[in-house]
């Protein structure tokens, strides 16, 4: 009975605990990136883009494969800068 109580205390204290998923923590990260166009800088690298948003390289492409059509960021880098040219075309 001991055990049963600490496991639903343990449950409940997950319950109230603020999310720290971290899934959302870094897509939170990613989208900040975008939003600030850092993927307008023509010299930038795949490393100075992880640097930019603090995330992994594998963090960076699970986001890519759940929220985008690009499967890895050399895709994903020339949709960013079309979508942005039309946008300044409007």
């Known amino acids: 009975i001991e055990v049963n109580d600490e496991i639903r205390e343990a449950q409940l204290m997950e ?5 720290t998923d971290i899934s959302e923590h870094a897509s939170r ?3 900040a990136w975008v939003d600030a166009r850092h993927y307008t800088d ?3 690298t795949i490393g100075t ?3 930019q948003m603090g ?3 594998s ?3 699970a986001y890519l494969s759940s929220n985008t059509d690009a499967t890895n960021f050399r895709k994903w880098l020339p949709y960013l800068r ?3 040219a ?5």
């Open 15 to 19: 319950e109230e605990r603020p999310s």
């Open 29 to 31: 990260k990613i989208e």
């Open 42 to 44: 023509p010299n930038l």
């Open 49 to 51: 883009a992880l640097k």
């Open 55 to 57: 995330v992994s390289a």
């Open 59 to 61: 963090t960076l492409n």
């Open 82 to 84: 079309i979508e942005e």
């Open 86 to 90: 039309k946008r300044q075309m409007t």
